[in-house]
């Protein structure tokens, strides 16, 4: 797709990122991001950052009524999660009324967006990362529990279960947790605390459930017993845990951070695939891969050879039985060839 280096001030609210944007190895904002006046304002506070590179043929385009309505919503709940873990840092105590009128309210509008995967993708700031995984998680928790079928009050406590799943995050020292560079073993061994952290916060708060203490708990076992902090199995991990971690992987995954490039689609499919009968649960995963799926027909990859192609049909059975339009008009089944040599994915 093509590009266009734009100065700061000349940037407009419904601009989308080509690139992401960098500072000091830092990822202030990623690739495909909308820019809105927010973004705008933060650029502008970075002196260093004097130009961005934006999509050529979306100048100036305004967000529609639902982009806008989500836009609102996402940036609104980034001040109020930072808000809320800010207060847990200092003073060691979670303002749980002020996180479930949150949940009550705010989530709900992120809730109804069909396209979720694609939409928080393209609402993310990479330099509020803590905050914008929390929420993504959460609205991902909750709608797992749309398609997995669940009542309202679960769904509910899904996504309660998913914004707070790192809030233990808040007794990790803050040269641990962002720093700049690979945590040494005795680092990474603190930083593995902050699920029992955040338990220790949640167990004598009587209005949190115990399912979303656990799952604050034991978000990152695993059913094969490689997980931590208990290395329990299948039987022993709670079904919210179960939930948050296939949300929590995806979003990571997905995201562009000081030390990975998010994966592509097709990186991320072959990960659930892979995972989902040994390490995670096929009943939560299988929704997600047929949603990521779903975001893939119309989309353009780059080939091996360098041809551009478009994906016209992905298999319901397998991710490999897919089939591609090249832009000779060459149609290629990739059955058994891997699709994650498509590194240059283009939205």
């Given at each position: 797709?093509?590009?266009?280096?734009?100065?700061?001030?000349?940037?407009?609210?419904?601009?989308?990122?080509s690139a992401p944007v960098m500072l000091k190895n830092q990822i202030v904002a990623d690739e495909n991001t909308v820019i809105t006046d927010r973004l705008i304002g933060q650029l502008k506070n970075h002196a260093e950052i004097?130009?961005?590179?934006?999509?050529?043929?979306?100048?100036?385009?305004?967000?529609?009524?639902?982009?806008?309505?989500?836009?609102?919503?996402?940036?609104?709940?980034?001040?109020?999660?930072?808000?809320?873990?800010?207060?847990?840092?200092?003073?060691?105590?979670?303002?749980?009324?002020?996180?479930?009128?949150?949940?009550?309210?705010?989530?709900?509008?992120?809730?109804?967006?069909?396209?979720?995967?694609?939409?928080?993708?393209?609402?993310?700031?990479?330099?509020?990362?803590?905050?914008?995984?929390?929420?993504?998680?959460?609205?991902?928790?909750?709608?797992?529990?749309?398609?997995?079928?669940?009542?309202?009050?679960?769904?509910?406590?899904?996504?309660?279960?998913?914004?707070?799943?790192?809030?233990?995050?808040?007794?990790?020292?803050?040269?641990?947790?962002?720093?700049?560079?690979?945590?040494?073993?005795?680092e990474m061994s603190v930083m593995q605390r902050h699920t029992v952290f955040g338990y220790e916060m949640l167990k004598n708060v009587p209005s949190v459930p115990d399912e979303v203490k656990l799952a604050v708990l034991q978000?990152?076992?695993?059913?094969?017993?490689?997980?931590?902090?208990?290395?329990?199995?299948?039987?022993?991990?709670?079904?919210?845990?179960?939930?948050?971690?296939?949300?929590?992987?995806?979003?990571?995954?997905?995201?562009?951070?000081?030390?990975?490039?998010?994966?592509?689609?097709?990186?991320?499919?072959?990960?659930?695939?892979?995972?989902?009968?040994l390490r995670m649960d096929s009943h939560i995963c299988l929704p997600m891969l047929s949603q990521i799926k779903n975001t893939l027909v119309g989309r353009h990859v780059v080939l091996e050879d360098g041809r551009k192609a478009?994906?016209?049909?992905?298999?319901?059975?397998?991710?490999?039985?897919?089939?591609?339009?090249?832009?000779?008009?060459?149609?290629?089944?990739?059955?058994?060839?891997?699709?994650?040599?498509?590194?240059?994915?283009?939205?």
């Open positions: 797709m093509a590009s266009k280096r734009l100065w700061v001030d000349e940037l407009q609210p419904g601009m989308r990122l004097l130009t961005v590179l934006v999509e050529a043929d979306r100048p100036g385009r305004k967000l529609n009524r639902r982009e806008l309505v989500v836009q609102e919503k996402y940036e609104k709940t980034i001040e109020d999660v930072k808000n809320v873990f800010d207060q847990v840092r200092e003073s060691k105590e979670i303002p749980i009324n002020s996180i479930v009128e949150l949940t009550s309210t705010t989530f709900e509008t992120l809730l109804k967006e069909n396209f979720v995967l694609e939409t928080l993708k393209g609402l993310r700031s990479a330099d509020e990362y803590t905050y914008f995984h929390s929420i993504n998680v959460g609205v991902l928790c909750g709608v797992l529990g749309r398609w997995l079928k669940y009542d309202d009050d679960t769904i509910f406590m899904l996504v309660l279960s998913g914004l707070l799943h790192d809030v233990g995050k808040a007794r990790v020292p803050l040269d641990i947790l962002n720093k700049p560079g690979p945590l040494t073993n005795e978000h990152h076992e695993r059913n094969d017993g490689t997980g931590y902090p208990f290395h329990l199995k299948e039987e022993k991990i709670g079904d919210f845990a179960k939930i948050v971690a296939v949300a929590d992987t995806y979003d990571a995954v997905t995201s562009n951070r000081v030390f990975q490039t998010a994966a592509s689609p097709f990186a991320v499919m072959a990960i659930f695939q892979e995972e989902m009968f478009t994906i016209i049909f992905v298999g319901t059975q397998s991710i490999e039985d897919m089939v591609l339009q090249a832009e000779d008009g060459e149609f290629i089944n990739l059955g058994m060839r891997d699709f994650k040599q498509f590194k240059d994915y283009m939205a």
